[in-house]
């Protein structure tokens, strides 16, 4: 499975972001995804995720209500709604899947999409 993050940039403090995870391969056999971040100086983590038939999300505490993770699977393509963004957002983003069942089971990343809020 291949992932590519797209849709990063810079923004002003209370702007707007939409990234998109593109997955390709064998999409078939993937289950939950998410996005992570690692911000300068820190350590990479997770800003939230989504189950394989995007029924259940989850988010970090500092990313509630100003973010949005969905996914369409039609496309093979996970999507992230950043709103209200703040400094504090500044960061590389990652997209995970999580693929395969047992001891087949892996997980893929993408190289990551910079966003950066500038105050």
């Known amino acids: 499975v291949q992932l590519v993050e797209s849709g990063g940039g810079l923004v002003q403090a209370g702007g707007s972001l939409r990234l998109s995870c593109a997955a390709s391969?064998?999409?078939?056999?993937?289950?939950?995804m998410g996005w992570y971040r690692r911000a300068p100086g820190n350590q990479r983590e997770l800003v939230a995720a989504?189950?394989?038939?995007?029924?259940?999300?989850t988010y970090a505490d500092s990313v509630k209500g100003r973010f949005g993770i969905s996914r369409d699977n039609a496309k093979n393509t996970m999507y992230m709604q950043m709103n209200s963004l703040k400094p504090e957002d500044t960061g590389l983003y990652f997209c995970?899947?999580?693929w395969g069942r047992g001891t087949s089971r892996q997980l893929f990343w993408g190289q990551g999409t910079q966003v950066t809020v500038s105050s």
């Open positions: 995970n899947a999580d």
């Open positions: 989504i189950t394989s038939d995007g029924g259940i999300t």
């Open positions: 391969g064998s999409t078939a056999s993937i289950n939950a």
